[in-house]
């Protein structure tokens, strides 16, 4: 089961994290910036898993984005791999070759993305395209309560 997945720039700023069990902040932050300056600190070739406390880390680099997901010791991480890929692939089709600066200024669809590919750190939905329908008819909801209340 995946505990928690962040986001994060070359230059270590924290872009997206998603934590499914409680913890506490003081926690959170602690934990995030040490497996930022981790992973950062590591060199191109080598291994994308790493051991942290009780739990594996998956890392994947994309363009200027880690993407790093906490899993439980006994978990597969080439699955998990194929998980963050993934989810790189839907938002690439969402964006259209997404960028930092998408997930930036259009963050709350990177948690929905994320939100329909994974519920409760495990896979809900493998299909693609049946993610990206759902997105479609989230944005065609929204885009209806925009236009009725006179915000578009």
Same mark, same amino acid.
């Given at each position: 089961?995946?505990?928690?997945? *962040?986001?994060? #720039? /070359?230059?270590? +700023?924290?872009?997206?994290?998603?934590? !499914?069990?409680?913890?506490?902040?003081?926690? =959170? &932050?602690?934990?995030?910036?040490?497996?930022?300056? *981790?992973?950062? #600190? /590591?060199?191109? +070739?080598?291994?994308?898993?790493?051991? !942290?406390?009780?739990?594996?880390?998956?890392? =994947? &680099?994309?363009?200027?984005?880690?993407?790093?997901?906490?899993?439980?010791?006994?978990?597969?991480?080439?699955?998990?791999?194929?998980?963050?890929?993934?989810?790189?692939?839907?938002?690439?089709?969402?964006?259209?070759?997404?960028?930092?600066?998408?997930?930036?200024?259009?963050?709350?669809?990177?948690?929905?993305?994320?939100?329909?590919?994974?519920?409760?750190?495990?896979?809900?939905?493998?299909?693609?395209?049946?993610?990206?329908?759902?997105?479609?008819?989230?944005?065609?909801?929204?885009?209806?309560?925009?236009?009725?209340?006179?915000?578009?």
């Amino acid at each position: 089961m995946i505990q928690y997945m *962040l986001l994060f #720039s /070359r230059q270590g +700023k924290l872009r997206l994290q998603k934590w !499914y069990n409680p913890i506490a902040q003081r926690e =959170k &932050r602690r934990t995030t910036r040490e497996l930022i300056t *981790l992973i950062l #600190s /590591r060199k191109p +070739k080598m291994c994308s898993f790493l051991e !942290y406390r009780d739990q594996k880390i998956v890392y =994947k &680099r994309y363009a200027s984005l880690f993407f790093c997901v906490a899993i439980e010791p006994n978990d597969n991480e080439l699955l998990t791999l194929e998980i963050i890929h993934r989810y790189v692939e839907l938002l690439d089709k969402y964006f259209g070759s997404v960028c930092e600066l998408d997930i930036i200024f259009n963050f709350e669809k990177a948690y929905f993305v994320l939100d329909e590919l994974l519920v409760a750190g495990e896979m809900q939905e493998t299909s693609k395209k049946s993610v990206l329908k759902a997105i479609a008819a989230q944005d065609m909801l929204q885009d209806e309560t925009e236009s009725k209340t006179g915000l578009v």
